[in-house]
């Protein structure tokens, strides 16, 4: 079938460097001594580990649970016992620490009990479900969770299914393997993603450079009997990426702020079509995939790998030459020297090549920027490279930021063909990094902020319950105050009540004018009032009760002596003299 095939802007033509490992078809690469399975292998949140040391794991079994949506699995490559789950080195440029389950083969390679369903019986839900648990993620680099990229937009149809197989980054050539011998495979995963997003119709991109792959796909589509579209695309870097095969097969050009669904076009790659298929017809989930070594090898080569697997005990299977001096991962382009041999084979690892000072020289020194606008001629996306390239020399990242620094894939085109020798694309990655950094710095800033503010609020509304609660019992105790008070007037109000009453029981004689008879509050008053005299009188004759009296029963000398006392007080004028008594009268009788 003919297809009228658009063209996207710049991209670049290296050397392939592809036939050096196609000659051999793929062998297995047996099993390691020890394995290093990373559980932080997608674009997403970090599986949580759910063995630890000491268990025993067959091939297959779940070593680390997704911990959200976009998330997925991680499995046991093969059977052994979990030595450690520990901080490795990870296959990344930075060099650092990742949480990893590390496992000592016992040789026996016993997989699991593996369901083998029919996956047109099952809802889409269950489907999805069923490729998270699984661990399948886009193999053709970007390690994105499939599950997550098959649920189509609900306001734009699907149209077009792309199946990228274009394989563009020089010296890789697992893809293009992969769909020489198991081309059915991956047309029966192709089968999946179709049945799941609805597309109108389903287009197969090949660069024009593997006429093999694009022969066997078109019989494998013709055995199994789909409609599928087989199209050779031209070869140039990097038509394998995601937006440049999508541009052009359908002419549909993805915006950097909209996913490709809201096109109405989803994208996914060969490799991971194969291991969909695996994981739904057979139950196998994502515990291998295929690595190209190749590079300064003896004989380079395809290699189905165990994830895990350290990656100079696979480079030595291509016997590597005397003079290598590192381990590209990746291609030449888009690839980065591993910190270290050791580091394990992860989901993302398509290409190792033994590097050497032969087939990579060192780079020539940096040179000032001419603005030949060579980059921006070059760049795929057609942004401008060398003004992104300035700002990000000059740690300026808001202009950086405005020119859409994050609109770049990193593909390496502008660095490729730059005559002063800058390595753009590592300024870009820095530029990028800080952006993140400061993002992440603000975040947790404001976050910190809030739970300040939210402290603040917590402690002034603990204080307002507490003042309503003090003040709620102070009005309580006063109320009680209050009617312990009014009891104790009430009492003595009723016992001056019952002379009243006896006295206004007798005949009036002089009736009391109005104005003089005494107001409601006057009568409380006085009745307080005389409770508290009554209350003092009593006390005053219960002290004089218990006072000592020793003047009493006193002899004729002792009555004089104090007679004496006294006047010598009165004439010293200490004390008043007492009142003379009146004298008797005279008795009348006498």
């Known amino acids: 079938m003919l297809m009228n095939l658009f063209k996207f802007k710049g991209g670049v033509k290296p050397p392939t460097n592809k036939t050096q490992s196609v000659t051999l078809p793929i062998a297995v690469a047996p099993i390691p001594s020890r394995l290093v399975v990373p559980l932080h292998q997608s674009i997403g949140g970090t599986p949580r580990p759910v063995v630890q040391a000491g268990d025993k794991v067959l091939k297959g079994q779940l070593i680390g649970e997704a911990d959200g949506w976009i998330s997925a699995a991680v499995h046991a490559p093969t059977s052994g016992t979990v030595l450690e789950v520990a901080m490795h080195t990870q296959p990344h440029p930075s060099g650092l620490d990742s949480l990893c389950v590390v496992i000592e083969p016992d040789?026996?390679?016993?997989?699991?009990?593996?369901?083998?369903?029919?996956?047109?019986?099952?809802?889409?839900?269950?489907?999805?479900?069923?490729?998270?648990?699984?661990?399948?993620?886009?193999?053709?680099?970007?390690?994105?969770?499939?599950?997550?990229?098959?649920?189509?937009?609900?306001?734009?149809?699907?149209?077009?299914?792309?199946?990228?197989?274009?394989?563009?980054?020089?010296?890789?050539?697992?893809?293009?393997?992969?769909m020489r011998e198991r081309a059915e495979e991956v047309v029966r995963g192709i089968g999946i993603f179709r049945d799941l997003l609805q597309p109108k119709k389903v287009l197969i991109g090949i660069e024009d450079n593997k006429p093999e792959a694009a022969a066997a796909m078109r019989a494998a589509v013709e055995a199994v009997g789909e409609d599928f579209v087989v199209v050779q695309v031209p070869t140039l870097y990097p038509a394998g990426g995601a937006k440049q095969l999508i541009r052009v097969l359908t002419g549909k050009e993805v915006p950097a702020s909209k996913r490709s669904t809201d096109l109405g076009v989803q994208c996914f790659n060969v490799a991971t079509a194969y291991t969909a298929w695996r994981a739904i017809a057979q139950g196998e989930p994502v515990v291998s995939r295929l690595v190209t070594v190749t590079g300064n090898v003896g004989e380079p080569r395809n290699y189905e790998v165990l994830i895990g697997t350290p990656m100079d005990e696979l480079l030595k299977l291509a016997h590597p030459h005397p003079d290598t001096d590192g381990i590209i991962m990746g291609g030449p382009m888009m690839?980065?020297?591993?910190?270290?041999?050791?580091?394990?084979?992860?989901?993302?690892?398509?290409?190792?090549?033994?590097?050497?000072?032969?087939?990579?020289?060192?780079?020539?020194?940096?040179?000032?920027?001419?603005?030949?606008?060579?980059?921006?001629?070059?760049?795929?996306?057609?942004l401008q490279p060398f003004e992104m390239y300035w700002f990000s020399r000059a740690k300026n990242f808001g202009k950086t930021q405005e020119y859409n620094i994050f609109d770049c894939i990193e593909c390496g085109c502008c660095s490729f063909v730059c005559?002063?020798?800058?390595?753009?694309?590592?300024y870009f990655r820095f530029a990028k990094s800080e952006i993140w950094a400061r993002e992440r710095e603000k975040n947790a800033a404001d976050q910190a902020k809030a739970r300040f503010e939210f402290k603040q609020l917590r402690e002034e509304r603990e204080k307002a319950e507490k003042a309503e609660k003090l003040a709620k019992a102070a009005a309580a105790q006063a109320a009680k105050k209050a009617a312990e008070a009014a009891a104790a007037a009430a009492a003595p109000a009723e016992s001056a009540a019952q002379p009243v009453a006896a006295e206004a029981a007798a005949p009036v004689t002089a009736p009391v004018p109005p104005a003089a008879a005494p107001a409601t509050g006057d009568a409380e008053k006085a009745a307080k009032m005389a409770t508290i005299e009554a209350a003092m009188a009593r006390a005053k004759a219960q002290r004089e009760a218990v006072q000592p009296k020793n003047t009493d029963n006193l002899t004729p000398e002792q009555q004089k002596a104090a007679a004496d006392i006294e006047a010598r007080r009165v004439a010293a004028h200490l004390i008043e003299p007492e009142p003379a008594q009146p004298a008797a009268p005279p008795d009348p009788k006498s």
């Open 107 to 178: 040789g026996k390679d016993e997989w699991i009990a593996r369901d083998l369903v029919d996956y047109k019986s099952m809802a889409p839900e269950s489907v999805r479900e069923k490729l998270q648990q699984s661990g399948v993620v886009g193999l053709g680099g970007a390690v994105f969770p499939t599950h997550g990229k098959l649920t189509a937009s609900k306001t734009v149809p699907m149209d077009e299914l792309v199946i990228n197989g274009a394989e563009c980054e020089p010296f890789i050539t697992c893809d293009d393997l992969l």
């Open 335 to 382: 690839g980065f020297l591993v910190p270290d041999r050791r580091v394990p084979v992860i989901k993302a690892t398509n290409c190792l090549i033994a590097h050497d000072e032969r087939l990579f020289p060192p780079k020539a020194p940096e040179m000032p920027c001419i603005r030949c606008g060579a980059c921006a001629r070059a760049c795929p996306h057609e």
């Open 419 to 426: 005559p002063s020798r800058i390595p753009l694309v590592q």
